[in-house]
């Protein structure tokens, strides 16, 4: 296969992951209705485990056990597990109080805490352009909440329940991400998804309520599957991207979700209204979603076209395009 053909295919998987990503609040927010947050959560990791097993038996790749023979190694698996869990949690509860678009925008928080915890954990050195583009995410998160900025810091509504819950469960993936970073360099992500699933769905076992899935009507339990079916798909999308396509091109692509999270909160609205709620938002919060999309991309592939010292796009010397 081409290096052309790969990039082309590495896009496509990488705008599937994107959409999967801005489906999912969507379907877990209907699936609330009549299931607990932590129930939905064990069941999108029960599902996922369970596709995951039957994949890995397939191909016959399932981890060697070996490596953990480090307790160092042991440690990391639980931080990851624990961040894992922690951000689908309070995810899954912060959806609870706000739009589908609300959950995702907040969420882009977590590569702004990512990459300044990556600087303090492993020594890397912050450039110019993620420096922007996290300044540009947070410029536009002000925007996007600015009927509401005053509100989440003097009194906590519901909304700003949710609100709150979001930026835990972006820290929590950052702790997760962090964990993962160092782990994949001796597993698959395919592997280390699988061992996670299988251990965030034991431990969070005590606080759910399975048997809630019958009180759910047949468009509830169709949204609870499709929830755990999309956490496989759109994780394995994410790895088959990676695998051809630069993880950074990968990355900003999946910056794209809160704008799906609005296509389809709208549409949805629009073809169910009495099943689904209209996104409403001010020009100004419009304006903080794109921002907030584009900071985030910026920060993530910035360096590709604000090479520092030579220019924007250009070389300052000869004016050529890099």
Known sequence: MSKQQNVKIGFILAMLTAILWGAVPIAMKYAMVSIDAYTVVWYRFLISAIGLTVWLAYKQQFPNFQIFK?????????IAGLGLMGNFVLFASGVKYLSPTTSQVVAQLGIVIFMIASAIVFKEHLKASQIVGMIILLIGLGLFFNKSIIELFTNISQYGKGVWLGVLAAIAWAIYALAQKVLLSKLRAEQLLWLLYIMCSIVIIPITTPSEIFNADAGQLLALIFCGINTIVSYGALVAAMERWQAAQVSAVTTLTPLFALIFSDLFALLWPEKFAMQYLNIWGYIGALAVICGAMFATIGHQI???????????????KE
Do not use: S
């Open 70 to 78: 480090k307790p160092r190694r042991i440690i990391m698996l639980i």
């Open 306 to 320: 604000w090479h520092q010292g030579k220019g924007f796009l250009f070389k300052q010397k000869t004016g050529e």
